[in-house]
């Protein structure tokens, strides 16, 4: 049993999830870490949470599911309950790039298909079985704010890319769903937001480094000029975690150094 509050991150063996699990670590908070097949990766950040660990009542558990899979969806929800004993929010974080950037002319339903299911219809299902498991069991929240839901979509939700056009459409989404779900459980107590991340360091963007580094460093794509990191997304959600937010459900936060400014 978990003597602090339980924050089950999706996503979390790397990139962006470690980053914030690292950081909600830091923060007193005992985290679920699930991964979908890099266990090692996984532990690496089992690893890097215990060097944050800052009391004894902290746990940190690693917990395979791929979100994609209803039953691996509905494991991982009575894993985290069982090892737990509880769970106080839900990190919407876990997502995939299609395969290979393909004009839209060319793109497979088969990679349409592949990204949907894990970027919308996973998260999508996973919050609706938390959600029962709330409003069903009625836990007493450990957080100040109570129970919360955070959707981490992406600039993409917005911005047009033609050479990864199922990216778009499952955060554009992923975005709806965010909506849907704070609608439905704010008169229940329960916030959800959505937070907005832009250019990222990560393994998805490793493979155009190069290509965005003088966009962002010598032309300015990105206002504040730099990268984003798993540090600066898990700041965010540590603060809507710690009900900084807790009147605010629905917001959609931009995590992206002012590259949503519409600018001339």
Request: aromatic letters at 6%.
């Amino acid at each position: 049993m978990s003597k602090s509050a339980v924050i089950l991150v999706t996503g979390a063996s790397r990139g962006l999830g470690r980053g914030i699990a690292e950081h909600l670590a830091g923060q007193g908070y005992s985290i679920a870490i699930n991964f979908a097949r890099n266990a090692s990766a996984a532990d690496e950040t089992v690893a890097l949470c215990e060097a944050k660990r800052l009391n004894d009542g902290q746990r940190f558990l690693k917990v395979q599911a791929d979100i994609s899979l209803a039953a691996d969806r509905s494991r991982m929800l009575g894993e985290v309950l069982e090892d737990f004993g509880r769970l106080d929010c839900l990190v919407n974080n876990a997502g995939i790039a299609p395969d290979s950037r393909t004009d839209i002319v060319e793109a497979s339903e088969e990679s349409y298909d592949k990204v949907m299911e894990t970027n919308l219809k996973g998260p999508y299902f996973l919050t609706q079985s938390v959600a029962r498991y709330w409003l069903g069991d009625k836990p007493e929240p450990m957080l100040s704010g109570g129970f919360c839901v955070i959707f981490v979509t992406s600039i993409s939700a917005h911005t047009a890319s033609t050479s990864r056009g199922e990216y778009c459409i499952s955060k554009a989404g992923l975005s709806m769903a965010a909506q849907l779900w704070s609608a439905r459980l704010a008169g229940d107590g329960i916030p959800v937001y959505e937070l907005r991340p832009g250019i990222m360091e990560s393994d998805m963007t490793a493979g155009v480094r190069d290509q965005y580094q003088k966009l962002i460093e010598e032309d300015g794509l990105v206002p504040q000029r730099r990268w984003g990191t798993g540090e600066d997304l898990g700041r965010a959600v540590a603060s809507l975690v710690g009900g900084d937010f807790s009147f605010s459900t629905g917001s959609i936060i931009d995590v992206d150094g002012g590259l949503h400014i519409r600018r001339l």
